[in-house]
């Protein structure tokens, strides 16, 4: 899916300011504008638009170009039944090959983070991401890493265009932190537990926010 090094950090550049950006849902994305302010060749752009493109992180409409995609509720109930079918799976079957000095110092980081609760949501997106999508690597599936890792992309752009509850997000740091200290005791079914509801959690908070901003 990625061709080179070259190609995947332009694929990464393009992507975090696509997810990341100021781009609302169904906001026409400038290429010219991306292509200047990352200082990449049209070449490279043009390769990450075709991968988000078939990733369906953005849109490519005919005579319109690319676009944001719109939200829909649709997909993350989709991609939140993937992450339950395979992320409790993965930390049971995976456990032994998570870097056990990594999860410490994931740990601490979520630990700063719930002691700032000004920190951006982004901040806690990119942790969240991290956290998760080393989860799943330990199977060594890169199929299954590659999907969660669009999923949560996808995720990754609803959740920076609802208003959550910074209290809300408080309580996933500490979701996050026991999970790492099951993991740490070597407890799988604890760890696979807290892990599918957490995820329940996430699904249920996004929707009861989405539903929240629509009205």
């Known amino acids: 899916m990625r061709k080179n090094s070259s190609s ?17 849902p169904g906001a026409q994305i400038d290429e010219t504008m991306i292509q200047s302010k990352l200082g990449i060749s049209r070449a490279s752009m043009r390769d990450a638009f075709l991968i988000l493109v078939r990733e369906e992180l953005i849109a490519n409409e005919f005579r319109k170009g690319f676009q944001v995609p719109h939200i829909s509720p649709k997909r993350i109930q989709d991609i939140y039944e993937i992450r339950q079918m395979l992320e409790p799976n993965a930390v049971i079957k995976g456990m032994q ?89 070597n407890d799988r079914e604890k760890a696979s537990q807290l892990l599918h509801s957490h995820i329940q959690i996430s699904y249920d908070t996004i929707i009861k926010y989405m539903i929240r901003s629509s009205l």
């Not at 393009?14 to 997810?19: A, C, R, Y």
């Not at 920190?119 to 989860?135: C, G, P, Q, R, V």
């Not at 199929?143 to 949560?152: N, Q, V």
């Open 8 to 24: 995947k950090q332009s694929y990464q550049a393009v992507k975090e300011l696509i997810i990341f950006g100021d781009l609302k």
């Open 97 to 185: 090959n998570i870097e056990r000095g990594w999860l410490m110092e994931i740990r601490t980081k979520f630990i700063q983070l719930s002691e700032h609760p000004q920190a951006t949501s982004a901040h806690y997106i990119k942790l969240d991401n991290e956290f998760h999508n080393t989860l799943m690597s330990s199977l060594n599936n890169t199929y299954a890493s590659e999907l969660l890792e669009c999923g949560l992309d996808y995720l990754a752009m609803v959740r920076r265009n609802i208003s959550l509850d910074p209290r809300g997000c408080f309580e996933r740091y500490l979701d996050h932190i026991s999970i790492i200290d099951a993991i740490l005791q």
